[in-house]
T-cell receptor, first 116, second 115 residues
Framework: GAGVSQSPSNKVTEKGKDVELRCDPI?????LYWYRQSLGQGLEFLIY????????KSGLPSDRFSAERTGGSVSTLTIQRTQQEDSAVYLC??????????????FGQGTRLTVV | AQKITQTQPGMFVQEKEAVTLDCTYD???????LFWYKQPSSGEMIFLIY????DQQNATEGRYSLNFQKARKSANLVISASQLGDSAMYFC????????????WGAGTKLIIKP
């Protein structure tokens, strides 16, 4: 596709339910990032995939959060037993990684998660 | 560890004035890149400008320029002739080889342009 695609764009779920958020990066981009953003706040790093390296999971807030990236392309962020504090916009970004580093990250439109 | 600091949580600027958004960084990486993004109220993240650590000249993109002072580890964004549409959150970010090209983000500055 032309850009980073995230689905769903909006998700309302009941407390305690599991949710899956999907990110389709730009084809060929080896780096994929997940962030969480609460209203009016900055980007909270969640997880980073880069090529064949082990993912950097240091930002995942609890063991209820997990993510995978299949075949170096599509990524799924899973939140188990959702809590109200999980309500936020979840942003995915992808980028090429090359020695010159002048390759910006492209962001999806985000998934707005509301836990009720 | 790498770190980005944006010390201005919010700024008000009169339309048509120039505005400088501060960004300082901390890294031991000899090679790194610096990025600025804009996030309007619609929520999309828009890439504005890039500066490489070895670039000799300050980056410019239209009304945006980056005041890069390597010795001071600062990469301030300058917006000339501000417009109402410039009202948004602005984020500074850094990527370095030693961090496996992970993007490190500042907390952001909320810029409001007054008519």
């Amino acid at each position: 596709g032309a850009g980073v695609s995230q689905s769903p764009s909006n998700k309302v779920t009941e407390k305690g339910k599991d949710v899956e958020l999907r990110c389709d990066p730009i084809s060929g981009h080896t780096a994929l990032y997940w962030y969480r953003q609460s209203l009016g706040q900055g980007l909270e790093f969640l997880i980073y995939f880069q090529g064949n390296s082990a993912p950097d999971k240091s930002g995942l807030p609890s063991d209820r959060f997990s993510a995978e990236r299949t075949g170096g392309s599509v990524s799924t962020l899973t939140i188990q037993r959702t809590q109200q504090e999980d309500s936020a916009v979840y942003l995915c970004a992808s980028s090429l990684v090359q020695v010159g580093m002048n390759t910006e990250a492209f962001f999806g439109q985000g998934t707005r998660l509301t836990v009720v | 560890a790498q770190k980005i600091t944006q010390t201005q949580p919010g700024m008000f600027v009169q339309e048509k004035e120039a505005v400088t958004l501060d960004c300082t960084y901390d890294t031991s990486d000899p090679s790194y890149g610096l990025f600025w993004y804009k996030q309007p109220s619609s929520g999309e993240m828009i890439f504005l400008i890039y500066q490489g650590s070895y670039d000799q000249q300050n980056a410019t993109e239209g009304r945006y320029s980056l005041n890069f002072q390597k010795a001071r580890k600062s990469a301030n964004l300058v917006i000339s002739a501000s417009q109402l549409g410039d009202s948004a959150m602005y984020f500074c970010a850094m990527r370095g080889r030693d961090s496996n090209y992970q993007l490190i983000w500042g907390a952001g500055t909320k810029l409001i342009i007054k008519p």
